[in-house]
C-alpha cells in the first residue's frame, strides 16, 4: 500500500518508509487457542501500518504488537502475530482463526454487530494527505475528487460519503489520500512532495477486537489493558514508536 500511494501520489519517487518491505501474509494455519491458560493468544493484524503495526526485518513490531506482547504475558500466553490484508483481520476473528484482531482497530457502530471491542487504547484521528502544491486545502476541498483509501478501513467509509467523490483502494492517480493520523505522519515523513492537511478529518478511538460472546478472553484483556495503563507501560508503549511533538 505504501508503495501504491507514492507512485500515485508523487509519480517516481522511491520510497523509504519504515519497514517497508513487501511481505506476504503468514499463515500457518494453525487454529487459535480457544482457552486461555497457557495457550497462544493468535493476534491478526495487517503490518502496513506504522507506528502500530509494521516489519522490522522478519518481525512485526510497533505499538500494537508490544501492546500484545505485553497483554499476553500478563495472560500468560504465547502470541503469534498473523499479517493480513485489513479486511480479512474481522473474518479471521470470527471464524475463530485468530483470538484477537489488533490493528489500530476503529471502533465504529457498523463492527460492533459483528465482534465484541475491549477498552479503548488509543485516540487517532483520520486526516488527509495531499501533494505539497495541492488545492485541496481542508477536508472540505474534497468533493469532486479522487481519495486513496485502504480497503476496508474507516477512511474509505468517510471518503464514501464526500460528494461527488472518486474513492480508489490505493490504485493508480489519486489526488488526496485518507488515513489515520499517525501512519500519515510517518508517510509524510519518509517521502519527500507530501504534506497532511492540518484539519483533522474525524476523531475516532482503537481498541482490540474478540469474537462476539467471548467475554473471558474480553475480560481478561480489559484487566490486562488496565493494568497496563495504571502502571504507565501503556505510554512508555506509545513513546518508544511516536516521538511528542
Ligand atoms: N483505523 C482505521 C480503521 O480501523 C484504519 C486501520 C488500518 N490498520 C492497519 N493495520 N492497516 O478502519
Redesign the pocket.
Same mark, same amino acid.
Given at each position: 500500500m505504501k508503495k501504491l500511494i507514492a507512485a500515485a501520489l508523487v509519480g517516481t519517487m522511491v520510497l523509504t518508509m519504515a519497514g517497508c518491505g513487501s511481505k506476504t501474509a503468514e499463515t500457518t494455519g494453525s487454529e487459535a487457542s480457544s482457552d486461555a491458560a497457557g495457550g497462544t493468544l493468535v493476534m491478526a493484524?495487517?503490518a #502496513? +501500518?506504522p507506528p &502500530? #503495526?509494521y516489519y522490522e526485518g522478519e518481525n512485526v513490531v510497533g505499538i500494537d504488537a508490544d501492546i500484545a506482547a505485553a497483554v499476553a504475558d500478563k495472560l500468560g500466553m504465547e502470541l503469534k502475530i498473523e499479517d493480513m490484508a +485489513?479486511d480479512s483481520i474481522l473474518p479471521a476473528v470470527t471464524s475463530g482463526k485468530a483470538d484477537i484482531g489488533l %490493528? $489500530?482497530?476503529?471502533v465504529t457502530e457498523d463492527l460492533l454487530e459483528n465482534v465484541d471491542f475491549s477498552d479503548t487504547y488509543a485516540h %487517532?484521528t483520520q486526516v488527509v494527505i495531499v501533494k505539497e502544491d495541492s488545492d485541496i486545502a481542508s477536508p472540505d476541498d474534497l468533493e469532486d475528487k479522487k481519495i486513496g483509501v485502504?480497503l $476496508? !478501513? !474507516? $477512511?474509505d467509509i468517510y471518503a464514501g460519503d464526500i460528494k461527488d467523490a472518486t474513492v480508489e483502494r490505493y490504485n493508480k492517480g489519486f489526488e488526496a489520500v485518507v488515513i489515520?493520523g499517525e501512519p500519515a505522519k510517518v508517510f509524510v515523513k519518509e517521502n519527500e512532495g507530501l504534506k497532511m492537511l492540518d484539519e483533522a478529518f474525524t476523531e #475516532?478511538d &482503537?481498541a482490540i477486537a474478540v469474537a462476539k460472546g467471548n467475554d473471558e478472553l474480553l475480560d481478561k484483556i480489559n484487566t490486562a489493558l488496565g493494568e497496563l495503563k495504571d502502571s504507565g507501560e501503556l505510554d512508555k508503549i506509545v513513546d518508544k514508536y511516536i516521538t511528542a511533538e
Open positions: 493484524t495487517n #502496513e +501500518f &502500530y #503495526e +485489513f %490493528a $489500530g482497530m476503529t %487517532a485502504q $476496508g !478501513t !474507516t $477512511g489515520d #475516532e &482503537y
